[in-house]
């Protein structure tokens, strides 16, 4: 993943990052969006059937315009597991120049609402290779 940060001032000028995972294989990234605009939503799958096995789904949030945006799951219905090891739609907040996992959920629990403390993050979204389901929507302002 590669960051760019920007400041909201002329002499703030940018910062470029790039993180990786660490594995030698880099899995194909089945879907994504990006949101810059100051609040949006987001139905996944778009289609409104199932999402698909082996899927990696990416949903940066970054909003042109500064602040703290806070990001409300109003629906899930993803494959559960104990600690869903199987499915699984993750959440990660960019503070202190870090990815930092602030939540993670599957099944039909949806978690609390997450302020994204830098004004940015991710949400993050993995399928194994059986059971899909109807997916999840996000809203983000």
């Known amino acids: 993943m590669i960051t760019l940060i920007v400041g909201h ?3 703030l000028g940018f910062k470029m990052e790039y993180y990786a995972s660490g594995s030698p294989v880099s899995p194909d990234i089945t879907s994504h969006a990006i949101f810059s605009t100051a609040k949006g939503n987001l139905t996944y799958p778009s289609n409104g059937g199932n999402y698909r096995n082996d899927e990696i789904a990416l949903f940066p949030i ?3 315009v500064p602040g703290q945006p806070t990001v409300r799951i109003t629906r899930v ?3 559960s597991g ?3 090891q199987f499915d699984s739609v993750r959440i990660y907040n960019w503070f202190e ?3 930092l996992q602030v939540a993670i959920f599957c099944a039909y629990t949806i978690p609390t609402s997450v302020t994204l403390q830098d004004g ?3 949400v993050f979204f993995s399928s194994d290779f059986s059971v899909t389901r ?3 929507d996000f809203e983000y302002e």
């Open 82 to 84: 104990s600690s869903c």
């Open 134 to 136: 109807t997916g999840f």
């Open 120 to 122: 940015a993050g991710v």
């Open 77 to 79: 219905d993803v494959e």
């Open 97 to 99: 120049d870090d990815y």
């Open 9 to 11: 001032e002329p002499s």
């Open 62 to 64: 970054a909003p042109s």
